[in-house]
């Protein structure tokens, strides 16, 4: 009997091998929506294969660019996100431009190394409740406003849009996506599996760079 090909969007037949798509400054979190332009020969190669199969493909953050394997592949981080392809549009010379979906936390294990991309066996990794206190949520959605309202004094192109009544963990993914600058924070944002923790970092890591951000404006001034 032939195996039934899998459907799109289907998260759970992408798992066993889940391809890699490493990128040094990008961290896909659950609920984000990330845009990328695809023009690497290897990465041409998973997109099609992606969009042939389940849509599905995982972003991980380059954690060493310098630290290469035999195939010259450089160290990743062992906790990424898995998105599904939503949006694409092919491009003259085999390029694409995509839209992805985060869809879950994944940890990773890298596979052996077949051309042309990597691909890792990869778990999906559940929130954990932890302890929030009830103000916690509008703590974070008030320092990512107010971050927000710095940046715009600076660019007034910039707009903040959360969804209304999301949960206390989407929300942190969710600002963590939109405003927390450093890709490494981000990463451990994405890493936090407890939730309270996960919004209190957050909030933390919004608050530090309102703070840096208004002391540099005094000092231009």
Known sequence: MQTPAPRPGDLAAALPRLPLFP??????????LLP??????????LVRDALETHRILS?????GAGAV?????????????A???????????GR??????????????????????????ATVLADEPGEITPDAPAALLA?????????????PSFELRLPRDVSPGLLADLCAHHLVLDARERQAI???????ARVRRATDALALQRLTLSTDSRELN
């Open 69 to 81: 394997d035999a195939h010259g592949h450089p160290a990743i981080a062992p906790v990424a996100g």
């Open 36 to 45: 990328l332009h695809v023009f690497e020969p290897r990465y041409r190669a």
């Open 190 to 196: 994405l890493e936090t599996l407890d939730i309270g």
């Open 143 to 155: 320092v990512a406003t107010s971050f927000a309202a710095t940046v715009r004094d600076r660019d």
């Open 96 to 121: 694409y431009n995509i839209l992805l979906r985060g869809r879950a936390r994944v940890r990773l294990e890298e596979l052996p190394f077949v051309p042309p991309y990597r691909a890792a066996r």
């Open 83 to 93: 998105g599904e392809i939503i949006d694409h549009v092919e491009l003259p010379g």
């Open 23 to 32: 990128l040094p400054q990008a961290v896909l979190l659950p609920g984000a």
């Open 59 to 63: 972003v991980v953050l380059i954690t």
